[in-house]
C-alpha cells in the first residue's frame, strides 16, 4: 500500500528555522517505516535476492542494499558494547585455507554465540581479549584441552 501524505512546512519566527511535522514510525528523511525496512531486511537476510525484493516490493535494489547496510549496521553497533559472559566456552574451528582458524566464544549460561575471532594463536588473540568489555566478570571457562587457551585463560 502506498500512503501519499500532504504535510505542511512550518516556520519558527522566534529561532527562524523551519520544520515539518513527524509521524511515528517514518524516520527523519525517511520514505518508508521501520516497519516496512525491517520487512525488506528479513526478506533479504533469508535469502531473497536483491532483483526480486525490487520487483516484489517495486523499489530499486540499491535501496534494497543500503536498507540492508544500514540493518547490519544497527545490529553490529547493539552486539559491540555487550559485557563478557560469566560462562564462557571457548573452542576453535577451521575457518578457511586462507585466513586458517577462527575461535568461537560462546555464552554457556544462554546458548549462545557471543563472538567469533578469526585465529588461535595468543598473539592473535591478545589484543581483542584485552579490550573485551567485562572479562574480569567471568567465573568459568570451558575449553578443549588446548594448551594455548590455557594461558590465555590464567592470564
Not at 8 to 19: D, G, L, V
Not at 50 to 57: A, N
Not at 91 to 106: C, I, M, P, S, W
Not at 121 to 137: D, F, I, T, W
Request: hydrophobic share 35%; glycine share 6%.
Amino acid at each position: 500500500m502506498v500512503l501519499h501524505l500532504a504535510v505542511p512546512k512550518y516556520h519558527c519566527t522566534q529561532c527562524n528555522r523551519y520544520f515539518r511535522h513527524r509521524f511515528a514510525g517514518i524516520g527523519p528523511r525517511r520514505r518508508a517505516t521501520e516497519a516496512y525496512r525491517l520487512e525488506v531486511f528479513e526478506a533479504h537476510e533469508g535469502g531473497v535476492s536483491q532483483r526480486k525484493l525490487s520487483i516484489t516490493y517495486q523499489i530499486g535494489s540499491a535501496t534494497v542494499e543500503r536498507w540492508y547496510q544500514s540493518f547490519v549496521k544497527q545490529r553490529v553497533s547493539e552486539l559491540s558494547g555487550r559485557a563478557c559472559p560469566q560462562v564462557l566456552g571457548i573452542d576453535e574451528h577451521f575457518f578457511t585455507r586462507k585466513q586458517g582458524y577462527a575461535t568461537t566464544l560462546v555464552d554457556l549460561k544462554n546458548h549462545k554465540v557471543f563472538d567469533v575471532v578469526l585465529g588461535r594463536s595468543e598473539a592473535s588473540l591478545r589484543s581483542y581479549l584485552k579490550r573485551l568489555p567485562g572479562r574480569e566478570s567471568v567465573r568459568v571457562i570451558v575449553m578443549d584441552l588446548s594448551e594455548t587457551y590455557r594461558r590465555m585463560a590464567q592470564k
